[in-house]
C-alpha cells in the first residue's frame, strides 16, 4: 500500500468522461458524442498549422500576442483584455484557480456542463448544485443560492447538454441581482452557432465581475489542437496572467487559430450549415414523438419516455456505426445528446431512430 496521500477532497474529484471515438466491428463510425465540427477546420488554419513545423525548435510567444490581436480584429475587442489558454477549459481552470479557493462556494445547475464542479473541487471549493427548470437555467434559483462564500457562478449560454439559452434580459438580471464580491463566468463554447449572440462582450463591458469565455474546438473545428481564451476587465486578466505557464500555447497552436479566426466564410459557413441541419435533425425527431427542445448550440438533447427507451435507442445508433452521448451523468438519464452533423451525418441519425421509433410505437 502506497503512503502517498492526496491532498483532501482530491479523491472526491468524478473523473470526466469524454466522447467515445470507437466502436466495436465498426470501422467507419459516425461520431457525433463530442459536438465536434462536421467539416474539419478551415483550410487556412491547416496550412498554418503545418507551416509552424518549420520552427519546433523556437519557443512560443509568452504573450499569445499575435492571436489575440487576430482575436480582437475579430470580435472588435481590446487585445489586452483577452486571455488565451489550453482550450476555455484552461481559461476555467485559470478562472476557479485565482478566484476561489478552500471551502468558498462555487455555483453550478443542475444539467450544468460537468467541468464546473470538477474545477471547484481541484482548488478545494463546494460546487453548490442549483435546479433548473424544465432544462433551463433558472436565474431566481442561482441568486437564492448566493451567499457570502460564493465566490463562482458558472453559466454556459447556450447551455452544455441542454442546448438552451438565457435571453439578454435574463442574463443581465443574474448579472444585476449578484453582490459584486461574485464573479460570472459566461461560458459562450457554442456562442457562434446561436443567432445574433455576442457571447457575453457587451455584459462584460458593462460589468466588472463577468468574464466570458469561448473556444476555437467548436465552429472552428479544432477540438484536437486544444484552444480558447476569456475576456474580461483589465484587472481580471492581469490576475490570470500570473497563474498562467508561460508556454502554455505551442506555435503550432497559435498559428491554426489565428488562421481559423480571421476565416470568416469558413466559420459562417459552419454556422449556416449547422442551423439548416439542427432544424432539420429537431422537426423529425419531433415527428418520430421523441421530445427534442429549441437548441442553440451544435447538438440536441432527444428526449425518450424513460431511461430504458433512451438506452435502447443509444444501442440502435450503435448498431448502426453511430455514436452519440448519454447525459444520465447531467441527471438526464432519458435523454441523448446528438452532435448535429453534415447532411449524409443527420440523414443516418434520422434513418436509424426512424427505424428504432416505429418499432416501438
Ligand atoms: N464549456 C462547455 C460548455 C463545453 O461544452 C466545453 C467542451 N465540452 C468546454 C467549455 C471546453 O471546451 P474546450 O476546452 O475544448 O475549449
Same mark, same amino acid.
Given at each position: 500500500?502506497? %503512503?502517498?496521500?492526496?491532498?483532501?477532497?482530491?479523491?472526491?474529484?468524478?473523473?470526466?468522461?469524454?466522447?467515445?471515438?470507437?466502436?466495436?466491428?465498426?470501422?467507419?463510425?459516425?461520431? @457525433?458524442?463530442?459536438?465536434?465540427?462536421?467539416?474539419?477546420?478551415?483550410?487556412?488554419?491547416?496550412? &498554418?498549422?503545418?507551416? &509552424? #513545423?518549420?520552427? @519546433?525548435?523556437?519557443?512560443?510567444?509568452?504573450?499569445?500576442?499575435?492571436?489575440?490581436?487576430? $482575436?480582437?480584429?475579430?470580435?472588435?475587442?481590446? !487585445?489586452?483584455?483577452? $486571455?488565451?489558454?489550453?482550450?476555455?477549459?484552461?481559461?476555467? %481552470?485559470?478562472?476557479?484557480?485565482?478566484?476561489?479557493?478552500?471551502?468558498?462556494?462555487?455555483?453550478?445547475?443542475?444539467?450544468?456542463?460537468?467541468?464546473? !464542479? $470538477?474545477?471547484?473541487?481541484?482548488?478545494?471549493?463546494?460546487?453548490?448544485?442549483?435546479?433548473?427548470?424544465?432544462?433551463?437555467?433558472?436565474?431566481?434559483?442561482?441568486?437564492?443560492?448566493?451567499?457570502?462564500?460564493?465566490?463562482?457562478?458558472?453559466?454556459?449560454?447556450?447551455?452544455?447538454?441542454?442546448? *438552451?439559452? @438565457? *435571453?439578454?434580459?435574463?442574463?443581465?438580471?443574474?448579472?444585476?441581482?449578484?453582490?459584486?464580491?461574485?464573479?460570472?463566468?459566461?461560458?459562450?463554447?457554442?456562442?457562434?452557432?446561436?443567432?445574433?449572440?455576442?457571447?457575453?462582450?457587451?455584459?462584460?463591458?458593462?460589468? !466588472?465581475?463577468?468574464?466570458?469565455?469561448?473556444?476555437?474546438?467548436?465552429?472552428?473545428?479544432?477540438?484536437?489542437?486544444?484552444?480558447?481564451?476569456?475576456?474580461?476587465?483589465?484587472?481580471?486578466? /492581469?490576475?490570470?496572467?500570473? $497563474?498562467?505557464?508561460?508556454?502554455?500555447?505551442?506555435? #503550432? %497552436?497559435?498559428?491554426? &487559430?489565428?488562421?481559423?479566426?480571421?476565416?470568416? *466564410?469558413?466559420?459562417?459557413?459552419?454556422?449556416?450549415?449547422?442551423?439548416?441541419?439542427?432544424?432539420?435533425?429537431? %422537426?423529425? @425527431?419531433?415527428?418520430?414523438?421523441?421530445?427534442?427542445?429549441?437548441?442553440?448550440?451544435?447538438?440536441?438533447?432527444?428526449?425518450?419516455? /424513460? !431511461?430504458?427507451?433512451?438506452?435502447?435507442?443509444?444501442? &440502435?445508433?450503435?448498431?448502426?456505426?453511430?455514436?452519440?452521448?448519454?447525459?444520465?451523468?447531467?441527471?438526464?438519464?432519458?435523454?441523448?445528446?446528438?452532435?448535429?452533423?453534415?447532411?449524409?451525418?443527420? *440523414?443516418?441519425?434520422?434513418?436509424?431512430?426512424?427505424?428504432?421509433?416505429?418499432?416501438?410505437?
Amino acid at each position: 500500500m502506497t %503512503q502517498i496521500i492526496p491532498q483532501p477532497g482530491i479523491m472526491d474529484i468524478a473523473l470526466y468522461v469524454s466522447g467515445e471515438s470507437r466502436l466495436p466491428g465498426h470501422d467507419d463510425v459516425l461520431k @457525433l458524442s463530442s459536438n465536434e465540427n462536421p467539416l474539419g477546420c478551415s483550410d487556412a488554419a491547416r496550412a &498554418a498549422y503545418a507551416a &509552424a #513545423a518549420a520552427d @519546433l525548435h523556437r519557443y512560443p510567444s509568452t504573450d499569445h500576442i499575435a492571436l489575440r490581436r487576430a $482575436i480582437g480584429d475579430v470580435h472588435g475587442l481590446d !487585445p489586452d483584455r483577452i $486571455i488565451c489558454g489550453v482550450g476555455s477549459d484552461e481559461v476555467l %481552470q485559470f478562472v476557479t484557480h485565482a478566484f476561489a479557493g478552500a471551502g468558498d462556494e462555487v455555483i453550478t445547475t443542475e444539467h450544468g456542463f460537468s467541468m464546473y !464542479p $470538477i474545477l471547484a473541487r481541484m482548488v478545494g471549493a463546494v460546487p453548490v448544485t442549483v435546479p433548473e427548470m424544465d432544462r433551463r437555467i433558472d436565474v431566481d434559483a442561482i441568486l437564492c443560492a448566493v451567499t457570502d462564500r460564493t465566490r463562482i457562478v458558472f453559466i454556459a449560454n447556450p447551455a452544455n447538454p441542454t442546448g *438552451t439559452m @438565457l *435571453t439578454p434580459d435574463e442574463v443581465q438580471r443574474l448579472v444585476d441581482g449578484l453582490p459584486p464580491h461574485v464573479l460570472l463566468v459566461h461560458d459562450g463554447a457554442y456562442t457562434e452557432f446561436a443567432a445574433g449572440a455576442d457571447g457575453g462582450v457587451s455584459l462584460v463591458d458593462r460589468h !466588472p465581475n463577468v468574464i466570458m469565455t469561448r473556444t476555437f474546438s467548436k465552429i472552428h473545428g479544432l477540438g484536437g489542437l486544444r484552444i480558447g481564451w476569456g475576456y474580461a476587465a483589465g484587472e481580471i486578466i /492581469d490576475v490570470l496572467n500570473r $497563474i498562467r505557464q508561460p508556454f502554455n500555447l505551442s506555435n #503550432a %497552436q497559435m498559428a491554426a &487559430a489565428e488562421a481559423a479566426i480571421r476565416d470568416t *466564410t469558413f466559420r459562417d459557413h459552419c454556422a449556416d450549415l449547422n442551423a439548416r441541419m439542427r432544424d432539420r435533425l429537431r %422537426q423529425s @425527431l419531433i415527428q418520430m414523438g421523441i421530445g427534442c427542445d429549441e437548441s442553440h448550440a451544435n447538438f440536441v438533447l432527444a428526449r425518450f419516455i /424513460d !431511461p430504458a427507451e433512451a438506452e435502447a435507442a443509444d444501442a &440502435a445508433l450503435r448498431a448502426d456505426g453511430i455514436l452519440v452521448r448519454r447525459v444520465a451523468g447531467y441527471g438526464l438519464p432519458a435523454a441523448l445528446r446528438i452532435t448535429v452533423g453534415d447532411e449524409d451525418g443527420v *440523414t443516418r441519425v434520422i434513418d436509424c431512430l426512424g427505424l428504432f421509433m416505429a418499432d416501438r410505437r
